[in-house]
Every structure is written in C-alpha cells, then in structure tokens.
C-alpha cells in the first residue's frame, strides 16, 4: 500500500524475476507511481449492504486479494483468492480454484446483522475474468 499526499491509498504491486525487491527499490517505485484514469481490476464484484461499508485496508498480492470493510463496530475481512483460509466461511466460484472467504471482528451492525456471514458471501459474486469495476 502508498499513501499519496492527499491521504488516498494506491495498492502497489512489486514483481521481480530476481526476487524480492529492496525496500529502498519499493519505495522509488512508489514515489513513481501515478494515478491512471480507469481502477485496477479485480477478479470479483460486491453488492449489497456491504457494498456501502467503508473500504479501510485493501491488498492485492500474487495469492489473492484481501479488503477489510468498516461496518458500524465490525471489521470485516473478504479474502479473494484459489485457496480457503481456515476459521472463515467461504465459497467457491465459477472456477474451481477461486474462492470469497469472509471474516467477521466485532459486532456486525443492523444493517448486515440480518443477513449475517452468508448474506456477506451472497453479496459477493468471483467472476471468470478480471473486471474494470472494483469495489462495487
């Protein structure tokens, strides 16, 4: 993740054939970075009530990517990625090797209460190919 200057995140993703990159590489990387027209696609859509929670991490690496929600005094995890993660409820996609798995930390607020973990995964559908539409 970088921050800009205004306070907006960027979720950086660092790839190299000789490894990992110095710490120092990654960070004039980042001071590089710009900001495109179009978002980063994403492999999934969410809709729903968890659509309008607040986005407060979201990170995107070569297994997957993870987002955490702020919803009223819950924090909810949505991991996308080909493989399950144990202690959250999960399901599978279209493609046998991709997978929504949810985490719930604190209260769920009235309006996802309701519908609870499997309301959440519900709302969230893992397309078959990445999409220009990120978040919702």
């Not at 960027?10 to 790839?15: D, E, H, I, M």
């Not at 027209?37 to 986005?55: D, M, N, R, S, Y």
């Not at 995964?121 to 397309?127: A, C, K, R």
């Amino acid at each position: 993740m970088w921050q800009f200057a205004d306070g907006r995140w960027a979720v950086l993703n660092v790839q190299t054939s000789k490894g990992q990159p110095s710490a120092a590489d990654i960070v004039h990387i980042a001071e590089a970075v710009t900001e495109k027209p179009f978002p980063i696609p994403q492999p999934f859509q969410i809709a729903g009530p968890l659509a309008k929670a607040e986005v407060v991490k979201a990170t995107t690496d070569m297994l997957g990517t993870d987002l955490t929600f702020r919803a009223g005094p819950a924090e909810i995890e949505v991991t996308v990625s080909g493989h399950k993660t144990d202690g959250q409820a999960c399901k599978s996609g279209t493609l046998p090797a991709r997978f929504a798995c949810v985490a719930v930390h604190g209260t769920l607020p009235p309006s996802l209460a309701s519908a609870g973990v499997q309301g959440i995964l519900d709302g969230i559908t893992l397309l078959e190919m990445d999409t220009a539409d990120v978040l919702r």
